[in-house]
């Protein structure tokens, strides 16, 4: 029944290591996106995908590499993880120019 | 709780009161915008939205307006419950759907 589920919920990792992050959605949806949240709450778009086409990157460290295998799935790589990476990432769905359903996101802690 | 350490605007109301959250927006060009619920340790939760040639409307005990002149947008939330108790995000759609969110408000609901 999950709309927006995204693996794993906690991630713990050293810094360097790489790391990835995956969404799926089952609404149908052809738009996906990313967000992180840092520890002020402050919400900040990073990626969306269109039909698999990358439409927004937002400035992100080429550390931070994207992937849609399908239009149900985008998936984030990070490589050389580093303390500042530490925050809350967000997988989102949306119809194209409509609401964004957020799944219920992935705490990453780089130690 | 979670809003420990968070200097985020609070808004704390009495259980029945009503309460008005407000957000200013930085693009006069934005013509869709939205108001987000993030309850503790989920991801945000859409609650109404509004295009910019309406400067009202209503939901189920939520009210949005717009003030496109002030560039300003508040959500009224009837007869309080604690289970509105969350930080409240509006939300701008710039271009390509890219959502640009505000700081956050943190409602508490007293009873």
């Known amino acids: 029944d999950t709309a927006v589920s995204q693996t794993p919920k906690y991630l713990v990792t050293q810094m360097g290591n790489d790391k990835s992050i995956k969404c799926e959605q089952n609404l149908g949806h052809d738009t996906m996106y990313w967000y992180k949240q840092d520890s002020k709450k402050f919400l900040k778009i990073m990626f969306s995908?269109?039909?698999?086409?990358?439409?927004i990157n937002e400035t992100v460290p080429n550390r931070f590499s994207p992937k849609s295998p399908d239009k149900a799935h985008l998936n984030l790589h990070i490589n050389s993880l580093e303390l500042g990476d530490s925050a809350v990432y967000f997988c989102?769905?949306?119809?194209?120019?409509?609401?964004?359903?957020f799944g219920p996101g992935t705490r990453l802690t780089v130690l | 709780g979670e809003s420990v350490g968070l200097h985020l605007p609070t808004l704390s109301v009495q259980e029945g009161d009503n309460s008005i959250i407000n957000c200013a927006y930085s693009?006069?060009?934005?013509?869709?915008f939205i108001w987000y619920k993030q309850e503790s340790g989920k991801g945000p939760q859409f609650i109404i939205d509004?295009?910019?040639?309406?400067d009202k409307r209503q939901g189920q005990r939520v009210t949005v307006l717009l003030n496109k002149t002030v560039k300003h947008l508040s959500l009224q939330i009837a007869a309080t419950q604690p289970g509105d108790s969350a930080v409240y995000f509006c939300?701008?759609?710039?271009?390509?759907?890219?959502?640009?969110f505000g700081a956050g408000t943190i409602l508490r609901v007293k009873s």
């Open positions: 995908y269109n039909n698999k086409e990358l439409i």
């Open positions: 939300a701008e759609e710039e271009y390509g759907n890219k959502l640009v």
């Open positions: 989102a769905s949306s119809p194209w120019t409509s609401e964004q359903f």
């Open positions: 693009n006069s060009a934005s013509d869709y």
């Open positions: 509004i295009r910019s040639n309406m």
